[in-house]
């Protein structure tokens, strides 16, 4: 079941989305397969330490975390990924790995790479390894507030 925050905050703002469930999958490129999502609409989250804060770095499946480019994205002078142990328990329901590009809803700053501003739609774990949830990218920005910026490889 897709975590209870996520949704009862995207019904809140009466928010149009589908929520897809699809076998066990870990890599976001094997979510969007395993999904039929487009791997250029299924987003992934990256917790990252940015000078001591988390944040979230939100990517296309198949993009990796430039830090280089990321650091001069946040201003940060100091930007290395958090281990899981560093913030699992920052988000309540959600499994390992599965967390929702949200985070406002878990006290993070969220930079979003900017390719994933081109398609209407976007989708992304829901909070498990078998869920989904895609909505329109309008909605998402609106939401979330990202920074945009060009931080992957």
């Not at 996520?6 to 397969?33: P, W």
């Not at 560093?86 to 499994?95: A, I, L, Q, S």
């Not at 790479?113 to 976007?122: A, F, H, T």
Request: with cysteine; charged share 25%.
């Amino acid at each position: 079941m897709p975590v209870k925050k996520l949704m009862d905050f995207l019904d809140e703002n009466q928010v149009k989305y589908i929520t897809i469930a699809h076998s066990m999958a870990y890599t976001a490129q094997e979510v969007a397969a395993s999904a039929h999502v487009p791997g250029r609409e299924m987003a992934k989250t990256v917790i990252c330490k940015l000078d001591g804060e988390m944040g979230m770095a939100v990517l296309r499946a198949q993009d990796k975390v430039d830090m280089d480019q990321l650091c001069l994205a946040t201003g940060a002078e100091d930007v290395e990924l958090a281990s899981e142990a560093e913030f699992r328990d920052r988000f309540p329901g959600c499994e390992p790995g599965a967390m929702p590009p949200f985070g406002n809803l878990y006290g993070m700053r969220v930079y979003l790479e900017e390719g994933l501003c081109v398609d209407e739609q976007i989708a992304f774990n829901a909070g498990t390894h078998t869920e989904l949830v895609r909505l329109s990218y309008m909605d998402f920005q609106r939401l979330v507030e990202p920074r945009i910026a060009n931080f992957s490889l």
